[in-house]
Nanobody, 115 residues
Framework: QVQLLESGGGLVQAGGSLRLSCAAS????????MGWYRQAPGKQRELVAT???????NYADSVKGRFTISRDVAKNTVHLQMNGMKPEDTAVYYC?????????WGQGTQVTVSS
């Protein structure tokens, strides 16, 4: 069982920045992929950004050039730096990880962008 603990959500004005963090209970090199998903009210959960064990990143088109996913291996943590935020970025953000067998989710952290 892998536990994921998110932090860093909150309220920000449009154009501002937030940094989300996800701390894993295991070494992140034991995981295949880690990433961030988000779910806005009335919408399906969608991919935001992922990073593989080899460091390959992937972003949703809607956040390319604004969001950056990174990792701190020593702290078993993945970060999501969000810049140039827009009201449509408002959602609950979930940390996600898989170990080639199971998929794990964090409890979610609310991000609200005011216009």
């Amino acid at each position: 069982q892998v536990q994921l603990l998110e932090s860093g959500g909150g309220l920000v004005q449009a154009g501002g920045s937030l940094r989300l963090s996800c701390a894993a209970s295991v070494g992140i090199f034991t995981l295949n992929t880690m990433g961030w998903y988000r779910q806005a009210p009335g919408k399906q959960r969608e991919l935001v950004a992922t990073i593989t064990r080899d460091g390959i990143t992937n972003y949703a088109d809607s956040v390319k050039g604004r969001f950056t996913i990174s990792r701190d291996v020593a702290k078993n943590t993945v970060h999501l730096q969000m810049n140039g935020m827009k009201p449509e970025d408002t959602a609950v953000y979930y940390c996600n990880a898989d170990n080639w067998v199971y998929i794990f989710w964090g409890q979610g952290t609310q991000v609200t962008v005011s216009s």
